[in-house]
């Protein structure tokens, strides 16, 4: 019998070693799985910890990346704002320009129409200037006396007539140069004024008669002093004309003032085949044919043009000036032909002179510093030729004075018909429909400025012009037409000075929007660069914001991962009767700031309390594996003892035998007892399954055991 309990206490041994080697693989299994879940833990918190840390690092870039995104997409809704404008500007601006030229030309239109009305008008009013109040209050119409006289049948026989016939004849006598010159220049025979004043004044002659004398007289000086005006006029326009044009010629660089035409064409020649060839890359540019604007633009494109071009528009702003010069001078000697014999009367010297400017100006191979010189040289000891500009204007001073000695002696005879004159002058101005009163009149009346300007400043005027307007005043009855001149020439000194400010008004107007053509290219070109330009900056800085909003959402994907990181944290379910992550921080669970962030600082203390609850889970999770492992390790020990016993029992050893398997059910005993104090709440998360089997197998080793003490125990010696 007690042979069968020791194999039976030895199967028990053996199958108490397979149970606590079970249990010991569990044990093991359950320390790595723990193992890895403490590195996952540690790593998921570093993790944590770091990114917070990240978070914290960027923090205040991040904010001071939205701050500045937030700037960004304000100045570029403003740029789009002001770039959408510009396009408007520059569109208005081209449709202005295109439409400048058809307003300027209207505007020119207007200003010779006012200009050919003030000038009517200021005839009108010169013919009218007799028509005033006396010094009594009452009308002096000094044409009745002269009408009237006109009409009386008086002849030389009266004192006062002979008197004023003294008069006359000692005029001319004492004039006789002026005279001869005056006949000169109207182109009638010598002593023809003389001879019908002679004529004229015989005894016996009818007032008419000498009066038509004076008319005839006043009529050739008239005309003398017409021509003698014209020419003088001409020759101070061209003296300013050429005057202006010498200074742009005199002011030619010194490289260039000892060229001629040709050679500055031949300059001008090798610049555009320097510029061709030049921007052979761009496919050659010819600036042949290109204004000034133009070619400022392509040196704006291509800088290194700049002395180049600015060459070339010199020289061709000298050619340019040559060719106006000598374009108006052949002009000038078309115009002066039929005076040069007067001039040459008049002043040899002068005469001689222009020819000799005349002469240089017209050769092609005359430098610019001649060119210049014949233009507006003053005479010196070296060159004793005046200029061209000069002589004109000496010429014109000498003829002026001519013109006023003229002007007096003619005044002699319009003295004795100047009230007819008046009366023709007034008969006239109203009869004649195109160019006299009624023109002006239904100019003023129709034109929507001048109407509009009368009746604001002259109330009453517009009302007063139906009455002239298209008709023919009668001049039958005097005292009416005296009547009507009076009215006339009292609504014209108030017309005149509206009139005037209108046509100033209509200059400036003009002038500003003439200048405002010529900077429009100019204008147009550097709008266009500047929406351009505007265009590169908004591209430029939809990228920046793109690369901006992709920097900060780097930011805001991280900051989402920490997010969520802390909620897998503060989610944690605890184990081993611990308090939770939550539960450690009150329940706090917002980490969010005012502005919709998270509180950094407040996560960072989330992450130290994680790590103070994995130390805690961590000393539980030892405690009860350490303690499964020293139950195991009795349960082992059992197993032994059992194994002794069994052994000893084989060979008799019954008291030994039974002390070995009593110990060895008190080892197992105890393993039980320690296996359960440890528990199996760790164990089981880790997945265990092999705990229960150990303690079946250790339990069924003590039960074993036990029996067997007491059987060898009590045995007989030789049993």
């Given at each position: 019998m007690k042979k069968g309990l020791s194999v039976l206490l030895i199967a028990a041994a053996l199958f108490g070693f397979y149970g606590g080697a079970i249990n010991l693989n569990d044990v093991l299994a359950c320390k790595d799985y723990w193992?890895?879940?403490?590195?996952?833990?540690?790593?998921?918190?570093?993790k944590l910890e770091d990114g917070l840390n990240q978070l914290k690092e960027n923090e205040q870039a991040y904010l001071d990346g939205v701050d500045a995104l937030a700037d960004g997409e304000q100045a570029l809704a403003d740029g789009e704002v002001a770039l959408a404008q510009g396009r408007r500007t520059l569109a208005k601006g081209e449709a202005d320009y295109a439409a400048a030229p058809g307003k300027l030309k209207k505007g020119k239109k207007d200003l010779s129409d006012i200009t050919r009305l003030i000038n009517g008008l200021n005839k009108?009013?010169?013919?009218?200037?007799?028509?005033?109040?006396?010094?009594?209050?009452?009308?002096?119409?000094?044409?009745?006396?002269?009408?009237?006289?006109?009409?009386?049948?008086?002849?030389?026989?009266?004192?006062?007539?002979?008197?004023?016939?003294?008069?006359?004849?000692?005029?001319?006598?004492?004039?006789?140069?002026?005279?001869?010159?005056?006949?000169?220049?109207?182109?009638?025979?010598?002593g023809t004024i003389l001879k019908q004043i002679n004529a004229a004044s015989k005894s016996g002659q009818e007032y008419k008669e000498f009066d038509k004398a004076m008319q005839n007289a006043s009529k050739t000086f008239g005309s003398a002093i017409a021509t003698l005006k014209a020419f003088s006029a001409l020759a101070k326009s061209k003296a300013s004309d050429l005057g202006g044009a010498a200074s742009q010629i005199a002011a030619a660089p010194d490289s260039a003032k000892n060229l001629n035409a040709?050679?500055?064409?031949?300059?001008?020649?090798?610049?555009?085949?320097?510029?061709?060839?030049?921007?052979?890359?761009?496919?050659?540019?010819?600036?042949?044919?290109?204004?000034?604007d133009e070619l400022k633009a392509l040196v704006a494109q291509v800088p290194a043009l700049k002395d180049t071009i600015t060459s070339?528009?010199?020289?061709?702003?000298?050619?340019?000036?040559?060719?106006?010069?000598?374009?108006?001078?052949?002009?000038?000697?078309?115009?002066?032909?039929?005076?040069?014999?007067?001039?040459?009367?008049?002043?040899?010297?002068?005469?001689?002179?222009?020819?000799?400017?005349?002469?240089?100006?017209?050769?092609?191979?005359?430098?610019?510093?001649?060119?210049?010189?014949?233009?507006?040289?003053?005479?010196?000891?070296?060159?004793?030729?005046?200029?061209?500009?000069?002589?004109?204007?000496?010429?014109?001073?000498?003829?002026?004075?001519?013109?006023?000695?003229?002007?007096?002696?003619?005044?002699?005879?319009?003295?004795?018909?100047?009230?007819?004159?008046?009366?023709?002058?007034?008969?006239?101005?109203?009869?004649?429909?195109?160019?006299?009163?009624?023109?002006?009149?239904?100019?003023?009346?129709?034109?929507?400025?001048?109407?509009?300007?009368?009746?604001?400043?002259?109330?009453?005027?517009?009302?007063?012009?139906?009455?002239?307007?298209?008709?023919?005043?009668?001049?039958?009855?005097?005292?009416?037409?005296d009547d009507d001149m009076h009215e006339i020439t009292s609504m014209l000194k108030k017309i005149m000075p509206v009139l005037r400010k209108v046509k100033a008004d209509g200059q400036k107007k003009y002038n500003q929007g003439l200048k405002d053509y010529k900077a429009a290219p100019g204008k147009l070109a550097a709008g266009r660069a500047q929406l351009a330009e505007g265009e590169r900056t908004l591209i430029d800085g939809r990228k920046q914001l793109a690369d901006g909003k992709a920097k900060l959402g780097e930011y805001e994907d991280g900051e989402q991962q920490v997010r969520d990181g802390l909620a897998t944290l503060m989610g944690t379910a605890p184990d081993g009767g611990l308090a939770?992550?939550?539960?450690?921080?009150?329940?706090?669970?917002?980490?969010?700031?005012?502005?919709?962030h998270l509180e950094l600082a407040e996560g960072l203390d989330a992450v130290e309390v994680g790590r103070g609850y994995q130390s805690d889970s961590g000393e539980?999770?030892?405690?009860?594996?350490?303690?499964?492992?020293?139950?195991?390790?009795?349960?082992?020990?059992?197993?032994?003892?059992?194994?002794?016993?069994?052994?000893?029992?084989?060979?008799?050893?019954?008291?030994?035998?039974?002390?070995?398997?009593?110990?060895?059910?008190?080892?197992?005993?105890?393993?039980?007892?320690?296996?359960m104090k440890a528990g199996m709440e760790f164990s089981n998360i880790a997945g265990s399954h092999g705990a229960g089997m150990a303690q079946i197998a250790v339990g069924v080793l003590a039960a074993v055991a036990i029996v067997h003490a007491i059987v060898h125990f009590t045995a007989k010696k030789d049993a």
């Amino acid at each position: 019998m007690k042979k069968g309990l020791s194999v039976l206490l030895i199967a028990a041994a053996l199958f108490g070693f397979y149970g606590g080697a079970i249990n010991l693989n569990d044990v093991l299994a359950c320390k790595d799985y723990w193992e890895i879940k403490g590195e996952e833990s540690t790593a998921d918190m570093n993790k944590l910890e770091d990114g917070l840390n990240q978070l914290k690092e960027n923090e205040q870039a991040y904010l001071d990346g939205v701050d500045a995104l937030a700037d960004g997409e304000q100045a570029l809704a403003d740029g789009e704002v002001a770039l959408a404008q510009g396009r408007r500007t520059l569109a208005k601006g081209e449709a202005d320009y295109a439409a400048a030229p058809g307003k300027l030309k209207k505007g020119k239109k207007d200003l010779s129409d006012i200009t050919r009305l003030i000038n009517g008008l200021n005839k009108a009013n010169k013919s009218f200037n007799d028509y005033s109040v006396g010094d009594d209050g009452k009308k002096g119409p000094s044409w009745k006396k002269g009408f009237e006289a006109k009409a009386s049948k008086a002849d030389f026989s009266d004192a006062g007539l002979k008197q004023a016939k003294g008069v006359i004849e000692s005029t001319v006598k004492n004039k006789a140069n002026d005279v001869a010159l005056i006949e000169t220049v109207a182109k009638v025979e010598p002593g023809t004024i003389l001879k019908q004043i002679n004529a004229a004044s015989k005894s016996g002659q009818e007032y008419k008669e000498f009066d038509k004398a004076m008319q005839n007289a006043s009529k050739t000086f008239g005309s003398a002093i017409a021509t003698l005006k014209a020419f003088s006029a001409l020759a101070k326009s061209k003296a300013s004309d050429l005057g202006g044009a010498a200074s742009q010629i005199a002011a030619a660089p010194d490289s260039a003032k000892n060229l001629n035409a040709a050679q500055m064409k031949g300059a001008m020649s090798k610049m555009e085949a320097g510029v061709k060839q030049a921007t052979a890359a761009m496919g050659g540019i010819d600036i042949k044919g290109m204004s000034e604007d133009e070619l400022k633009a392509l040196v704006a494109q291509v800088p290194a043009l700049k002395d180049t071009i600015t060459s070339y528009i010199g020289l061709k702003k000298l050619l340019a000036g040559r060719s106006e010069i000598l374009s108006q001078l052949n002009s000038f000697m078309g115009q002066a032909g039929a005076y040069l014999p007067m001039i040459e009367k008049l002043n040899a010297d002068a005469y001689k002179a222009i020819m000799a400017d005349v002469n240089t100006l017209t050769k092609t191979d005359a430098s610019n510093a001649a060119f210049a010189a014949a233009l507006s040289n003053t005479p010196s000891g070296s060159n004793p030729v005046p200029g061209l500009a000069q002589c004109l204007r000496g010429i014109a001073e000498v003829l002026d004075e001519k013109i006023q000695e003229a002007q007096s002696s003619r005044d002699s005879f319009d003295a004795w018909d100047a009230g007819y004159k008046q009366l023709k002058a007034g008969q006239e101005q109203l009869a004649d429909q195109d160019e006299g009163l009624p023109y002006a009149f239904q100019q003023m009346r129709s034109n929507s400025t001048l109407r509009k300007a009368l009746k604001k400043s002259v109330p009453g005027a517009y009302a007063k012009l139906a009455k002239y307007t298209g008709n023919r005043l009668a001049a039958d009855d005097m005292d009416d037409f005296d009547d009507d001149m009076h009215e006339i020439t009292s609504m014209l000194k108030k017309i005149m000075p509206v009139l005037r400010k209108v046509k100033a008004d209509g200059q400036k107007k003009y002038n500003q929007g003439l200048k405002d053509y010529k900077a429009a290219p100019g204008k147009l070109a550097a709008g266009r660069a500047q929406l351009a330009e505007g265009e590169r900056t908004l591209i430029d800085g939809r990228k920046q914001l793109a690369d901006g909003k992709a920097k900060l959402g780097e930011y805001e994907d991280g900051e989402q991962q920490v997010r969520d990181g802390l909620a897998t944290l503060m989610g944690t379910a605890p184990d081993g009767g611990l308090a939770s992550i939550l539960e450690r921080r009150n329940g706090d669970d917002d980490f969010d700031n005012g502005d919709g962030h998270l509180e950094l600082a407040e996560g960072l203390d989330a992450v130290e309390v994680g790590r103070g609850y994995q130390s805690d889970s961590g000393e539980l999770i030892t405690k009860e594996l350490t303690n499964r492992a020293v139950g195991t390790g009795l349960g082992l020990g059992a197993g032994a003892l059992a194994l002794l016993a069994g052994f000893l029992s084989f060979i008799k050893k019954n008291k030994a035998a039974g002390i070995s398997a009593l110990a060895s059910a008190v080892a197992g005993a105890v393993a039980i007892g320690v296996g359960m104090k440890a528990g199996m709440e760790f164990s089981n998360i880790a997945g265990s399954h092999g705990a229960g089997m150990a303690q079946i197998a250790v339990g069924v080793l003590a039960a074993v055991a036990i029996v067997h003490a007491i059987v060898h125990f009590t045995a007989k010696k030789d049993a």
